[in-house]
């Protein structure tokens, strides 16, 4: 396989069915499978008291859990409901929470990264939507608008007709829309039916509003996906022009997504068909002249992705792969996670306890994990792996004050099949993601995973 931004790839089928085995999507190190509850709300409190003497920039996430409806391949933490009152007792704590939090931190450390996930954080009113950016204001030191990257994810079935103006006027300037797929086949298949019409309104009130990005959301894998159906679907969004797109391998796991047991697993597309799909996508969008980032998103190449890879600044994080690598995460509201320098903290997963802990004022530690050095390490040798391409040895081994070929001696073995295949070079000096290894990240980031070694394979997705 060969690949620049502009040339065709070509896939060696049978070497990528030899790699597609189950792994982490590494937006974390360790990730959240070592999460425990021994990690409490007195570990995260000493943990973002450190944090405090650093005074890095900030990343809030706030995690808003309600939909109307349910989307049948959908593992995200959320909430089914029409009743939007259902939100009231949720944002009461949600706002105590910001407030408990924001005393936690020092008053210079400004927020320069905040991002409204769900569920469908459009559910909630424009005047919520309002009365919680004002009241994180008064909370937290928000960036000046010129500094800062504010995001929040938008269904565009969910969205009122002044709803995209008025969260540019609370400070948004990025926004990110579901989309999946436009194949009325497949959207009727996951319970997701949304016209391209209902789409393109939402794009063209953001663009009227002058939102400085578009991000779309697309997924491949689904079913009845066929390369011809979804490259229509890739017509349609190329035409649409968004500045970024994420194209993710949709991950069939019913045994862990009670809502993915509505979909007939023969209607799913086969290894091949994924396959397909997959050099489809990234054919597709280079010849449009997005930039190929890493695994399943890409750019347009005067985006601050693309910025952020040449610079060294990129970082993957929960929502995938970000600017702003220096900034600590604080975790709002049910499930959401946060991390610091040396931990990740994650929120109570059910509102029962997210409300009782809140209530009883406590922050709603639910589990986390303390880093050691040997985590430490390997987490910057895996987030340079995934985000730069390429991994500087000597700046690993001054930072860390090891001697990288006698600490990873065994990883370096286990590294020259990868060598063979052709998706990594390795010499003294670096190790180099190639052209086939970018489709394989995934695979080079689990050999320096010591966890994944004792991982059950289920608790992850398919690599491909």
Request: hydrophobic content about 40%; overall charge negative; charged content about 25%.
């Amino acid at each position: 396989m060969t690949q620049n931004n502009t040339s065709a790839v070509k896939f060696d089928a049978d070497l990528l069915k030899k790699y597609d085995t189950f792994g982490p999507r590494y937006t974390s190190y360790p990730t959240a499978v070592q999460f425990s509850s021994k990690f409490t709300e007195y570990d995260y409190r000493k943990e973002l008291e450190q944090s405090n003497r650093d005074a890095s920039p900030l990343s809030l996430y706030f995690h808003i859990p309600y939909c109307e409806s349910l989307c049948f391949y959908c593992a995200c933490n959320k909430i089914i409901t029409h009743t939007h009152d259902r939100t009231i007792p949720y944002l009461k704590r949600l706002h105590k929470e910001i407030a408990m939090q924001g005393e936690l931190v020092d008053g210079l450390r400004q927020v320069n990264q905040l991002h409204f996930g769900g569920g469908t954080p459009t559910f909630l009113s424009d005047e919520q939507l309002k009365q919680l950016m004002q009241v994180t204001g008064q909370h937290f030191e928000l960036a000046p608008r010129h500094e800062r990257e504010f995001s929040i994810e938008v269904d565009p079935r969910a969205v009122r007709e002044n709803t995209i103006g008025i969260l540019r006027e609370f400070g948004f300037n990025r926004i990110s829309l579901g989309v999946q797929d436009f194949d009325e086949k497949v959207q009727k298949a996951v319970n997701r039916e949304q016209s391209i019409e209902q789409t393109q309104a939402v794009l063209d009130a953001a663009r009227h509003a002058n939102y400085e990005s578009v991000s779309m959301d697309l997924i491949y894998g689904l079913p009845f996906q066929t390369v011809e159906s979804f490259s229509t679907t890739l017509d349609k969004v190329v035409d649409m022009r968004p500045e970024r797109l994420a194209v993710y391998n949709y991950a069939h796991l019913p045994h862990r997504v009670k809502a993915q047991k509505l979909i007939r697993e023969e209607t799913l597309p086969d290894a091949i068909t994924k396959l397909g799909l997959l050099e489809l996508t990234i054919n597709h969008l280079q010849q449009a002249g997005y930039v190929y980032i890493g695994m399943d998103h890409f750019a347009l190449p005067d985006d601050e992705l693309v910025l952020a890879k040449e610079n060294g600044s990129l970082q993957r994080n929960f929502q995938g792969y970000s600017t702003h690598a220096d900034a600590d995460m604080i975790g709002l509201g049910v499930t959401s996670i946060g991390k610091t320098s040396n931990a990740y903290c994650q929120n109570e997963r059910f509102e029962g306890a997210y409300f009782d802990a809140i209530d009883n004022n406590h922050l709603a530690v639910f589990q986390g994990y303390q880093l050691n050095e040997d985590d430490q390490l390997r987490r910057a040798v895996i987030q340079d792996l995934m985000c730069q391409g390429i991994l500087d040895i000597a700046s690993i081994e001054n930072r860390f004050k090891v001697d990288f070929q006698s600490y990873f001696a065994e990883e370096l073995g286990r590294m020259e099949l990868l060598m063979a295949d052709g998706l990594v070079s390795v010499d003294e000096r670096t190790i180099a993601v190639q052209a086939l290894g970018r489709l394989l990240l995934r695979n080079i980031a689990m050999v320096f995973d010591v966890y994944s070694r004792l991982a059950v394979k289920q608790q992850f997705s398919r690599a491909i």
